[in-house]
């Protein structure tokens, strides 16, 4: 059974100020969790089977599964990156690798 997706204004206003690539990633986990919204997600806190997280890359979201309905509502979307997160990344490596080599060499 598909489940009717619902976000309310102010999470889809949210939803929309969203890097582009983590628009997709959020619309690829819940287009997964609308196909089987207990297989596709994890849960919230203690495990009802009603309020549960999707996540996919660098974004998470907390759905309100209404089983009776068929509907998956989105609560809250968080986002744990920025739009340069790749490049901030690569450099924290390289600074990390810089770092070993002057202690090998001190």
Not at 29 to 54: F, K, M, N, W
Not at 78 to 90: C, K, M, R, S, V
């Amino acid at each position: 059974m598909t489940y009717r997706l619902n976000f309310p204004a102010d999470v889809f206003d949210t939803y929309k100020q969203l890097p582009e690539l983590a628009r997709r990633d959020l619309a690829l986990a819940l287009v997964d969790a609308q196909q089987d919204p207990l297989a596709y997600s994890e849960p919230y806190g203690q495990d009802d089977g009603i309020i549960r997280t999707v996540a996919q890359g660098h974004v998470t979201a907390v759905i309100l599964l209404g089983h009776d309905t068929a509907t998956m509502t989105v609560l809250t979307i968080a986002y744990a990156g920025t739009t340069n997160a790749y490049a901030g990344t690569t450099n924290a490596y390289a600074g990390t690798t810089n770092a070993y080599a002057g202690t090998t060499n001190a």
